[in-house]
Antibody, heavy 112, light 107 residues
Framework: QVQLQQWGAGLLKPLETLSLTCEIH????????CSWIRQPPGKGLEWIGE???????NYNPSLKSRVTISVDTSRNQFSLKLSSVTAADTAVYYC??????WGQGTLVTVSS | DIQMTQSPSSLSASVGDRVTITCRAS??????LSWYQQKPGKAPKLLIY???SLQSGVPSRFSGSGSGTDFTLTISSLQPEDFATYYC?????????FGQGTKLEIK
C-alpha cells in the first residue's frame, strides 16, 4: 500500500522560505506526476505544481516566481520550496502522487 | 486559467437519497475531470477520474458523467460516511484548477 509522509517547518515569519518534503513509501514515482496542493484554513484547494521522475516540472503561474519543486529519486522524495512567504501563504500543504495517494498534510502558518 | 464552478455550494440530504453535484468549466476540459471527497481534517480522496472512471476501492454508488464543460457527480444512495465536501478538478490545462467545493450535510 502506497503511503506518502510529509514534513517541514510549520511556523514561518514573513519573507522566509517555506520548505516541505514528501517521501513515497511502498511505491515509486514511475509513471506519475507528484504534486503539491494547498488549502487555506476553511477554504478550497489550490494546485501549486507538479514534478515527474525525470524532474520535469509544471507550476501554477500565480506562484511560479516563488516556487521550486525538486525530486530525489534515490530517496523516493520530492520537495517544495516557496520563497518570500506572507500571511496569504498560510495553509495546509498536501503532497500527492497522481492524485491517488496523498500525504497527511502540514499546516504552515506565516506570522510575525 | 480555467474556472471551475460547482453547484450547489451546499446541500442537505438524508441517508438513502440520490444526490447530484454539478461542475461547470469556463472552457472545455474534454474529459480531464476528477472528483474528490474531503472530510474535516483529512486529505482529499480521489473518487472519479477521466470524468467517469471509478477509482479502485470506491463504492459503486458513486458515478461521474459529462464531457467538455459540464460534469456531474452522482451518489445513488447516500450513506452516513458520504457526508463530506466534494471538489471537482480539471486536469486539462495548467494550472489544474479546483471547484470551490460542495458541502454535503445531513438533513
Amino acid at each position: 500500500q502506497v503511503q506518502l509522509q510529509q514534513w517541514g517547518a510549520g511556523l514561518l515569519k514573513p519573507l522566509e522560505t517555506l520548505s516541505l518534503t514528501c517521501e513515497i513509501h511502498g511505491g515509486s514515482f514511475s509513471g506519475y506526476y507528484c504534486s503539491w496542493i494547498r488549502q487555506p484554513p476553511g477554504k478550497g484547494l489550490e494546485w501549486i505544481g507538479e514534478i515527474n521522475q525525470s524532474g520535469s516540472t509544471n507550476y501554477n503561474p500565480s506562484l511560479k516566481s516563488r516556487v521550486t519543486i525538486s525530486v530525489d529519486t534515490s530517496r523516493n522524495q520530492f520537495s517544495l520550496k516557496l520563497s518570500s512567504v506572507t500571511a496569504a501563504d498560510t495553509a495546509v500543504y498536501y503532497c500527492a502522487r497522481g492524485g491517488i495517494n496523498w500525504g497527511q498534510g502540514t499546516l504552515v502558518t506565516v506570522s510575525s | 486559467d480555467i474556472q471551475m464552478t460547482q453547484s450547489p455550494s451546499s446541500l442537505s440530504a438524508s441517508v438513502g437519497d440520490r444526490v447530484t453535484i454539478t461542475c461547470r468549466a469556463s472552457q472545455s476540459v474534454t474529459n480531464y475531470l476528477s472528483w474528490y471527497q474531503q472530510k474535516p481534517g483529512k486529505a482529499p480522496k480521489l473518487l472519479i477520474y477521466i470524468a467517469s472512471s471509478l477509482q479502485s476501492g470506491v463504492p459503486s454508488r458513486f458515478s461521474g458523467s459529462g464531457s467538455g464543460t459540464d460534469f456531474t457527480l452522482t451518489i445513488s444512495s447516500l450513506q452516513p460516511e458520504d457526508f463530506a465536501t466534494y471538489y471537482c478538478q480539471q486536469g486539462h490545462s495548467i494550472p489544474y484548477t479546483f471547484g470551490q467545493g460542495t458541502k454535503l450535510e445531513i438533513k
